[in-house]
T-cell receptor, first 110, second 114 residues
C-alpha cells in the first residue's frame, strides 16, 4: 500500500498562473481533505470531500477549487495564484476520525 | 465551530526529562482527540489518540489524559530522547458524524537537548 501520495512535491508559480495538485489514496477511504500549513498556524482545512462526486468548503476555501471525480483521487486547483498562497499543502484521507496524511507539496508563488 | 488551543508553542527540555503539552477545546460534542508528530520536512503522523469514554491512555513513553468536564487534554512524554524533537499537534473531532473533520491546535515545537 502506498497510502496517501501527492504530486508534485515542489512547485514555483508566478502570480496569476494556475495549477492543480493531485492527491491519491489506495485505502478505499471515503473522506479526503486538503490542508495548508503555514508557520505557527497549524493545519487549516481548505476543502474536504465525503465521497466521490461531493466536495465542501473548509475553513479557508477562497482562491481554491476542488474535484473528486474518483473515490481515490482529490484534486486541488488554484485558478490564479497569489503570493498569499505560498504554503505547504497536505492532503489527508480517513475512514472515521484518524487521518492519514500525504507527504506534502511545497508551493511558492512569486 | 470547534476551537482548539494548544500550549506552549515552544518547549525545550533536557534529554531524560518529561514534556507536557496541553490543549483545550470548545465543542462538548467532540469525542476523539488525536495527537500527531511532525518531524522537520515530513508529514504529520498519528502517535496516540484517546476517545471521550476513556480518561487516560498510555503507549510506552507517551501518555494522553482527557478531562471532559474541563474540556482539556494533555500529552505527556517521559524520558525524552533527541528523536522526540518535532512539532506536535493536538486535534479534536466528532468523527464520522462530522465527516471525520478534525480541528487542529497550532502546534508545539519540542526540542530535546542531549
Amino acid at each position: 500500500n502506498a497510502g496517501v501520495t501527492q504530486t508534485p512535491k515542489f512547485r514555483v508559480l508566478k502570480t496569476g498562473q494556475s495549477m492543480t495538485l493531485l492527491c491519491a489514496q489506495d485505502m478505499n477511504h471515503e473522506y479526503m481533505y486538503w490542508y495548508r500549513q503555514d508557520p505557527g498556524m497549524g493545519l487549516r482545512l481548505i476543502h474536504y470531500s465525503v465521497g466521490e462526486g461531493t466536495t465542501a468548503k473548509g475553513e479557508v476555501p477562497d482562491g481554491y477549487n476542488v474535484s473528486r471525480l474518483k473515490k481515490q483521487n482529490f484534486l486541488l486547483g488554484l485558478e490564479s495564484a497569489a503570493p498569499s498562497q505560498t504554503s505547504v499543502y497536505f492532503c489527508a484521507s480517513s475512514y472515521g476520525a484518524e487521518q492519514y496524511f500525504g507527504p506534502g507539496t511545497r508551493l511558492t508563488v512569486t | 465551530g470547534e476551537n482548539v488551543e494548544q500550549h506552549p508553542s515552544t518547549l525545550s527540555v533536557q534529554e531524560g526529562d518529561s514534556a507536557v503539552i496541553k490543549c483545550t477545546y470548545s465543542d462538548s460534542a467532540s469525542n476523539y482527540f488525536p495527537w500527531y508528530k511532525q518531524e522537520l520536512g515530513k508529514r504529520p503522523q498519528l502517535i496516540i489518540d484517546i476517545r471521550s469514554n476513556v480518561g487516560e491512555k498510555k503507549d510506552q513513553r507517551i501518555a494522553v489524559t482527557l478531562n471532559k468536564t474541563a474540556k482539556h487534554f494533555s500529552l505527556h512524554i517521559t524520558e525524552t530522547q533527541p528523536e522526540d524533537s518535532a512539532v506536535y499537534f493536538c486535534a479534536a473531532s466528532i468523527g464520522r458524524t462530522n465527516a471525520g473533520k478534525s480541528t487542529f491546535g497550532d502546534g508545539t515545537t519540542l526540542t530535546v537537548k542531549p
